[in-house]
């Protein structure tokens, strides 16, 4: 009896054992979740850190005599040292967690350079900026709480076989589609709107990110002892990565020439991680076997992230650059005069100040400047017949 019931006894004991391995996969994949998010926001803080630290020697060099360039000092070097640290730890963390739980948590460098600029730079806040400082850092912890769960071995037989998918090959499609147009109309038709620049920096950023996830998961493997290094679509996507990192760099300092860096921060995060995430959960298929009330809670924190970013870049004051001339305003009568809507040259850039150098190359034609008021004289038939003052066309130089 007692053999004829052991088998019994064995077949009862294999559910609560399956049930345990199912527990501590689940449980695993949370702790690797949780390992990524505190890499990606360890580097996003180290980052803010450095930049403020390079920002802060700038800002001491300028308000002192000291004769030294900033790369020669120590402060500038640490900030450095600190940012290539951080951007290791970023890196690092598409090793562990979805590609699109580590995306929106950029948003944790706007907010630490809010921060850190209040307590080391001194900069002014009000109440409204804590208000939105609130809601970014709500968004991303709603971000880590409810973010995707999906967890797969970067291994050269899963990335190639997700780089031939029928997805991926058709989102590349209208990706490359939407990119050659948007090229065309920047660069032919001259149309350099923010959102067409930062578009195509979003959509370089796209397949950088999805390159960084492959040769950072490849790497760990290997580092762990199952080599990777040896299938070509490691280099593949490594040379991939490297080109997309270049040519979005480009477009990003292409956009600065022109717009407000908090514009292009707050645009600039909201269109990146968007369709970063898209990218990510086509080639990656991250919210596979996802619930709807993750996937909903998860756009939630998303949209409450981007709302967070965008009113903490647009609060930030435009700084004013120092002009060494004199500025218009400051002369006796002038203010009256613009006070009153009478344009004494130019008005470029929001600049009011005369003998001010503007690059105006990308100004797409520059306006003839008005002239003030001349109280004509009457000095005979000739002061009749030519006016005092003559009108200067002036024509874009190529």
């Known amino acids: 009896m007692e053999g004829a019931n052991s088998p019994d006894l064995q077949l009862q004991q294999l559910p609560p054992t399956s049930m345990t391995v199912t527990v501590n996969e689940v449980s695993f994949s949370y702790k690797e979740n949780l390992i990524g998010a505190l890499l990606a926001i360890f580097g996003h803080l ?181 080599l990777q290094l040896d299938y070509p679509i490691f280099y593949v996507m490594l040379v991939c990565m490297v080109a997309t990192a270049i040519y979005q760099a480009a477009f990003l300092s292409q956009a600065t020439q022109l717009y407000d860096s908090s514009l292009i921060a707050s645009v600039g995060y909201i269109l990146s991680t968007t369709i970063a995430i898209t990218a990510g959960a086509t080639f990656y298929l991250d919210f596979i076997g996802e619930d709807a009330l993750h996937i909903c809670m998860f756009a939630l924190g998303c949209l409450v992230a981007f709302l967070g970013v965008f009113l903490i870049t647009r609060n930030r004051k435009k700084a004013v650059p120092f002009e060494p001339y004199i500025s218009m305003d400051a002369m006796p009568g002038m203010q009256n005069i613009h006070d009153k809507g009478i344009t004494v040259q130019p008005d470029l850039k929001a600049s009011f100040s005369y003998g001010a150098l503007e690059n105006n190359d990308n100004v797409s034609e520059i306006y003839t400047p008005a002239t003030l008021p001349v109280m004509q004289e009457e000095h005979g038939s000739r002061a009749a017949s030519t006016p005092p003052y003559r009108v200067l066309e002036h024509t874009k130089r190529e």
């Open 46 to 226: 180290v980052v803010s850190i450095a930049l403020n630290l390079q920002k802060y020697s700038h800002i001491r060099l300028a308000g002192s005599k000291d004769p030294r360039a900033y790369f020669k000092t120590k402060t500038w070097w640490l900030g450095l040292f600190l940012m290539l640290l951080g951007e290791l730890g970023v890196f690092s963390s598409y090793a562990f967690a979805p590609l699109s739980l580590i995306v929106p948590l950029s948003a944790v460098s706007v907010i630490a350079s809010a921060i850190i600029g209040i307590i080391f730079i001194k900069e002014k806040w009000k109440p409204k900026d804590f208000l939105s400082c609130g809601l970014a850092i709500i968004g991303t912890y709603l971000l880590v709480t409810f973010g995707p769960n999906s967890h797969e071995k970067m291994t050269g037989e899963n990335i190639t076989k997700h780089l031939v998918s029928w997805p991926f090959l058709l989102y590349m499609l209208v990706e490359i589609i939407v990119f050659c147009l948007l090229l065309y109309f920047y660069k032919e038709k001259n149309v350099n709107y923010i959102v067409v620049i930062l578009l195509l920096v979003a959509l370089l950023g796209s397949m950088t990110v999805v390159t960084v996830k492959a040769v950072a998961g490849m790497l760990v493997l290997s580092i762990q002892g199952n």
